[in-house]
């Protein structure tokens, strides 16, 4: 199989816990909580190992946290590199309320990066030999550049790998301007990149022309949470709905999409097939608590039923 690789500059402990209610003032007593390595990259990286295929997860990481980082990685015995940094590794936590069965995530600021340390993993990336793909996903810390996935995009080109990138803000234009093979940005995203605050669903397709015309992106797939995803090359527009499940979480959501989405084109399917088993992937995921990805089985039936 191909050789994959993921990046994530702003890596995660995802603590996941419950509560009866969410009561202000009050100590609540909380279940025992999960703990999983996240953030984009490695979130795709996990994913991609649990549906059978390998990923090297490359990732910066720093502090006790950081140790307990790799330790869970570790357990899911995904291949990784780590860059390490002087600043503590982030942990966020999601907190589910049985009272009203809603889910309450909290995202906390990653730690300062100096030059140094985000130089070292473009070091270490260029020194990877047989890389068939190259997935940027996730947020970027703070001393980090924004161009930051720009300069992966100009190392994926010389090694003539397929550049996919799942991130926002100004981090996204900057891979956009330099260009990618796949973009997986939400409506908001995509808003933000042809400078709308935002967009309906039937502004989709107009909105994605605009950049596939630039020339520099081969492929788009738009994601739209439970409504599925709608994926767009220069002469090829497809909606893809998925089938209904019962929702428990959409945390990781999207990185299992990607997975799937890759491992798929690692298998020489069409990039139509790959979006498709993307979007089976993605809600697998939801059918899940906290922040367990997708599962093989579901998957996989999930596909099939999309395909029948």
Known sequence: MPSIITITLNPAIDKTTSVEALVPDKKMKCAEPFFAAGGGGVNVARAIKKLGGEAISIYLAGGYSGNFFGQLLKKESVKSFVIGIEGHTRENLTVFEKKSKRQYRFGMPGPMVSEKEWKELLVLLEKIDDVSFIIASGSVPEGVPEDIYASISKIAKKKNAKFIVDTSG??????????????????????????????????ITEAAKEILSKGKTQALVVSMGEKGAIILTSDETMRISPPLVERKSTVGAGDSMVAGIVISLSKGKSLLEAAKYGVACGTAATMNPGTELCRLEDAERLYAEMRS
């Not at 933000?192 to 935002?198: D, N, R």
Request: charge should be negative.
């Open 170 to 203: 100004n981090a996204l234009k900057h891979a956009v301007n330099e260009g990618a093979y796949l973009l997986k940005p939400n409506l908001a995203e995509l808003s933000s990149l042809v400078g709308k605050e935002w967009i309906d669903e039937n502004q």
